[in-house]
């Protein structure tokens, strides 16, 4: 089992940046796809972002494309959500997660951090 935690989270205004990172710990993290969710008061959890553990794929949801960015550094055991041009819908608890495949679905990833909250006010 890796073991992931967030942070970078935090109270922007709409149109502003943050930039969420997830650090990894325990076995190897390298063969891992990665991939960030997200959770609103009273929503299901959906799927945001993902990255194969090589990095040369990444995918998005619609609802972020063009706006938020994935990326890992396998040296540094970490993967990074770059969120630009945020809006007020885009609030939520954001999760990191790592499973050994690329998808988007949250139940084919096995290890999941404690999640940072990310507020944009309007």
């Known amino acids: 089992q890796v073991q992931l935690v967030e942070s970078g989270g935090g109270l922007v205004q709409a149109g502003g940046s943050l930039r969420l990172s997830c650090a990894a710990s325990g076995r190897t993290f390298s063969s891992d796809a990665m991939g960030w969710f997200r959770q609103a008061p009273g929503k299901e959890r959906e799927f945001v972002a993902g990255i194969r553990w090589s990095g040369s794929y990444t995918y998005y949801a619609d609802s972020v494309k063009g706006r938020f960015t994935i990326s890992r550094d396998n040296a540094k055991n970490t993967v990074y959500l770059q969120m630009n041009s945020l809006k007020p819908e885009d609030t939520a608890v954001y999760y990191c997660?790592?499973?050994?495949?690329?998808?988007?679905?949250?139940?084919?990833?096995?290890?999941w951090g404690q999640g940072t909250q990310v507020t944009v006010s309007s």
């Open positions: 997660a790592a499973g050994p495949i690329a998808t988007i679905r949250a139940s084919d990833f096995r290890s």
